[in-house]
């Protein structure tokens, strides 16, 4: 079977490596070209090494709740490379005016476990300490139709846990429009906490009670426990992945797709039914089959001349631009101390960057003795402008909120910064029924397959998922039924 993969990122690589597991385990032939328009592979994930840190370009850890990265580690002989984060700074910091105050102990995102912690906050008022406890015995919503994240927590916890704690908490995650973030696309099991418990609140301390005592409980501790890295950064996993594969695939780097043309017709009955890919400065090539690894606006473009239909539900789909500058810094150039992994803001502070993550603290090896990494989001769907702005004034602008956030004085010692336009997708309200449309299109056309992060989930095991179970279904086509394998 000859097979095109198109898109050299995580999702990508996940298919090609997992097409190549499927062909040694079932001991069949396989033809696999993957395509990538840029010069290096890996996507939005990448590692380098500048003047002693080792800085992260995007992901920099992932969480093992969803196991789909932590399996493929696992498979490629990565167990030893795996690394927790450091213990000692556990954690996370929201601002208030001008404090850093620390998310209370116990919540998950939007629902407290443990009320003391909610009661101490500096975070909230005592009025909106007591909403969000009231959460118990708000009645749950009988209506099961989409709902944004933000009229879902406002409903549940009230106004102020809202601004001040579950939004700007998502925004490090999602960098969306809470008014238009599908609650049920985005953070599901909210929604079904509530269906099946009628309190999210009640749900946590459900779980807490069957998990309290556990050996597995006493080892993660904080959420923050489930999450890993690789001693040589993200980049590891990208390199592992190449190394699996090369010699076993073509590799087409720096090479665009630039149409996908499914050939149904008799006017080229040689090649009927196969799967023609068009490229800059290339002559058209066949194949069986073809996994379009792509966000879901180029899939839309590449698809638009033969597979109008599929390619407007794709196009339908939004998506946001994101910068992210990294700062080196001595620690004496920091005058607050930073005692967790990081700081979100709430979109009620009115700053100009999204977040700041301290690398340092999560993986102390990174970085010199007596140094910081940190890492600043900046852009999102709420503040596109500032993706617009050149290097030189996304860099006056990171060290103006720094300064006046953290304290940081000074020059850095080293700054990268890495844009990415358009590249995460916005779960909007409607999304699970878009996509649902966007599969029943597909099942016209089995041949066509996508993967990425535009569709079930944003994060590296959803991207990872996503890319192997496009693998999977590709092996069990049959190209003469066009229909998957039973």
């Given at each position: 079977m000859r097979i095109a993969v198109v898109g050299g990122g995580l999702s990508?690589?996940?298919?090609?490596?997992?097409?190549?597991?499927?062909?040694?385990?079932?001991?069949?032939?396989?033809?696999?070209?993957?395509?990538?328009?840029?010069?290096?592979?890996?996507?939005?994930?990448?590692?380098?090494?500048?003047?002693?840190?080792?800085?992260?370009?995007?992901?920099?850890?992932?969480?093992?709740?969803?196991?789909?990265?932590?399996?493929?580690?696992?498979?490629?002989?990565?167990?030893?490379?795996?690394?927790?984060?450091?213990?000692?700074?556990?954690?996370?910091?929201?601002?208030?005016?001008?404090?850093?105050?620390?998310?209370?102990?116990?919540?998950?995102?939007?629902?407290?476990?443990?009320?003391?912690?909610?009661?101490?906050?500096?975070?909230?008022?005592?009025?909106?300490?007591?909403?969000?406890?009231?959460?118990?015995?708000?009645?749950?919503?009988?209506?099961?139709?989409?709902?944004?994240?933000?009229?879902?927590?406002?409903?549940?916890?009230?106004?102020?846990?809202?601004?001040?704690?579950?939004?700007?908490?998502?925004?490090?995650?999602?960098?969306?429009?809470?008014?238009?973030?599908?609650?049920?696309?985005?953070?599901?099991?909210?929604?079904?906490?509530?269906?099946?418990?009628?309190?999210?609140?009640?749900?946590?301390?459900?779980?807490?009670?069957?998990?309290?005592?556990?050996?597995?409980?006493?080892?993660?501790?904080?959420?923050?426990?489930?999450?890993?890295?690789?001693?040589?950064?993200?980049?590891?996993?990208?390199?592992?992945?190449?190394?699996?594969?090369?010699?076993?695939?073509?590799?087409?780097?720096?090479?665009?797709?630039?149409?996908?043309?499914?050939?149904?017709?008799?006017?080229?009955?040689?090649?009927?039914?196969?799967?023609?890919?068009?490229?800059?400065?290339?002559?058209?090539?066949?194949?069986?089959?073809?996994?379009?690894?792509?966000?879901?606006?180029?899939?839309?473009?590449?698809?638009?001349?033969?597979?109008?239909?599929?390619?407007?539900?794709?196009?339908?789909?939004?998506?946001?631009?994101?910068?992210?500058?990294?700062?080196?810094?001595?620690?004496?150039?920091?005058?607050?101390?930073?005692?967790?992994?990081?700081?979100?803001?709430?979109?009620?502070?009115?700053?100009?960057?999204?977040?700041?993550?301290?690398?340092?603290?999560?993986?102390?090896?990174?970085?010199?003795?007596?140094?910081?990494?940190?890492?600043?989001?900046?852009?999102?769907?709420?503040?596109?402008?500032?993706?617009?702005?050149?290097?030189?004034?996304?860099?006056?602008?990171?060290?103006?909120?720094?300064?006046?956030?953290?304290?940081?004085?000074?020059?850095?010692?080293?700054?990268?910064?890495?844009?990415?336009?358009?590249?995460?997708?916005?779960?909007?309200?409607?999304?699970?029924?878009?996509?649902?449309?966007?599969?029943?299109?597909?099942?016209?056309?089995?041949?066509?397959?996508?993967?990425?992060?535009?569709?079930?989930?944003?994060?590296?095991?959803?991207?990872?998922?996503?890319?192997?179970?496009?693998?999977?279904?590709?092996?069990?086509?049959?190209?003469?039924?066009?229909?998957?394998?039973?």
């Open positions: 990508g690589l996940a298919a090609a490596h997992r097409l190549v597991e499927i062909a040694a385990e079932q001991n069949r032939r396989f033809e696999i070209t993957l395509f990538e328009s840029q010069s290096r592979l890996g996507g939005l994930v990448g590692t380098e090494s500048i003047a002693g840190y080792q800085i992260d370009l995007g992901g920099d850890s992932f969480i093992t709740d969803k196991p789909a990265a932590l399996n493929l580690c696992l498979r490629l002989g990565l167990k030893d490379s795996l690394v927790g984060m450091s213990k000692n700074f556990r954690g996370a910091y929201i601002l208030r005016g001008k404090k850093l105050c620390l998310v209370p102990e116990g919540v998950n995102l939007m629902t407290p476990s443990k009320a003391l912690p909610i009661l101490t906050t500096s975070l909230l008022s005592v009025s909106g300490k007591l909403r969000m406890l009231g959460e118990r015995f708000v009645p749950p919503r009988q209506d099961e139709s989409d709902e944004s994240l933000e009229a879902f927590v406002v409903r549940r916890f009230g106004r102020e846990a809202f601004d001040r704690l579950v939004q700007p908490l998502v925004s490090g995650i999602y960098t969306a429009d809470p008014s238009k973030l599908s609650i049920q696309a985005a953070l599901p099991r909210f929604p079904a906490d509530e269906k099946q418990y009628g309190s999210l609140i009640r749900a946590a301390t459900v779980r807490a009670l069957r998990k309290r005592g556990s050996p597995q409980q006493q080892a993660t501790g904080a959420r923050y426990g489930l999450f890993l890295g690789l001693k040589g950064g993200m980049q590891e996993l990208v390199d592992w992945l190449l190394s699996r594969i090369v010699g076993q695939i073509s590799l087409r780097l720096s090479t665009e797709v630039t149409r996908v043309e499914h050939k149904t017709q008799n006017e080229d009955a040689a090649h009927q039914g196969e799967v023609v890919l068009h490229t800059k400065g290339r002559r058209p090539e066949t194949f069986d089959t073809v996994i379009l690894a792509l966000p879901a606006w180029k899939s839309a473009e590449v698809l638009a001349t033969d597979h109008a239909g599929l390619s407007q539900e794709l196009s339908r789909i939004e998506f946001a631009s994101s910068a992210i500058v990294v700062t080196g810094h001595q620690e004496s150039q920091i005058k607050k101390p930073l005692g967790a992994f990081g700081l979100v803001m709430p979109r009620v502070e009115r700053r100009k960057i999204l977040a700041v993550s301290f690398s340092h603290r999560k993986f102390p090896d990174r970085v010199p003795p007596g140094c910081a990494l940190l890492r600043t989001f900046v852009g999102g769907a709420l503040q596109p402008e500032l993706c617009e702005l050149d290097d030189q004034q996304l860099q006056k602008l990171v060290h103006e909120e720094l300064q006046e956030i953290l304290g940081v004085e000074g020059e850095p010692v080293v700054s990268r910064i890495v844009r990415y336009p358009r590249a995460m997708p916005q779960f909007h309200l409607g999304h699970r029924e878009l996509v649902a449309r966007i599969r029943g299109q597909l099942s016209l056309t089995p041949r066509i397959v996508l993967a990425g992060n535009s569709y079930d989930g944003v994060g590296i095991p959803d991207t990872i998922a996503s890319g192997e179970q496009a693998a999977e279904r590709i092996a069990d086509f049959d190209t003469k039924t066009e229909s998957p394998q039973p």
